[in-house]
Nanobody, 124 residues
Framework: QVQLVESGGGLVQAGGSLRLSCAAS????????MGWFRQAPGKEREFVAA????????YYGHSVKGRFTTSRDNAKNTVYLQMNSLKPEDTAVYYC?????????????????WGQGTQVTVSS
């Protein structure tokens, strides 16, 4: 089993920055892809970014590429999402997720474990 706990959400003005953290516990994480998703009210869950624990390669969704950066600290079993140049349309509940296997996936159904989510609100 894997437990994921997000933190770092909050209220920020447009153009500002936030850093989300996802602390993971449980099984060995070198086998996992860690993903970030978000869900705004009335919308489907959207892929944001993903990172491979072993090697640190990353993959980003089109809407955040160039503004968001995901990274990991293997010693702390923690994954981060640095969000810069935030826009009001970035407002959503942000989730981290983990999946078995080594391939990046943008489909939320391909992820096996989920955190509880953290709210990010960007004011205009």
């Amino acid at each position: 089993q894997v437990q994921l706990v997000e933190s770092g959400g909050g209220l920020v003005q447009a153009g500002g920055s936030l850093r989300l953290s996802c602390a993971a516990s449980g099984r060995t994480f070198s086998l996992y892809i860690m993903g970030w998703f978000r869900q705004a009210p009335g919308k489907e869950r959207e892929f944001v970014a993903a990172i491979r624990w072993n090697g640190g390669s990353t993959y980003y969704g089109h809407s955040v590429k160039g503004r968001f950066t995901t990274s990991r600290d293997n010693a702390k079993n923690t994954v981060y999402l640095q969000m810069n140049s935030l826009k009001p349309e970035d407002t959503a509940v942000y989730y981290c997720a983990a999946r078995l296997g080594s391939y990046f996936q943008v489909d939320a159904d391909e992820y096996d474990y989920w955190g509880q989510g953290t709210q990010v609100t960007v004011s205009s």
